[in-house]
């Protein structure tokens, strides 16, 4: 049974940075690429990170380029995002995806709040 579970989520200032991490079982981690996505209140779910199963490739969302950084440790069976120079626009809850055999399966989230 596939399960994700994210953490690292809280309070931060504008500026402050964050490590989401998100602990995967179920699965053969090594062997997929990861996702992290966010749902800001009234919006819908948005794609930020995107890292291949080696942790050779990832690609970021526009508004998260260059601040964010996804990375994965595959002997822990986890996934990261390093979250710098916060803004009050990153406020959401972020889930971690993956996509196997054909069907998406997401954690609960964890949710980020940036305010002063």
């Known amino acids: 049974q596939v399960q994700l579970v994210e953490s690292g989520g809280g309070l931060v200032q504008p500026g402050g940075s964050l490590r989401l991490s998100c602990a995967a079982d179920g699965f053969t981690f090594s062997s997929y690429s990861m996702s992290w996505y966010r749902q800001a209140p009234g919006k819908e779910r948005e794609l930020i990170a995107t890292i291949t199963n080696t942790g050779g490739t990832t690609n970021y969302a526009d508004s998260v380029k260059g601040r964010f950084t996804i990375s994965r440790d595959n002997a822990k069976n986890t996934v990261y995002l390093q979250m710098n120079s916060l803004k009050p626009e990153d406020t959401a809850v972020y889930y971690c995806?993956?996509?196997?055999?054909?069907?998406?399966?997401w954690g609960k989230g964890t949710l980020v709040t940036v305010s002063s």
């Open positions: 995806k993956v996509r196997r055999v054909g069907r998406d399966y």
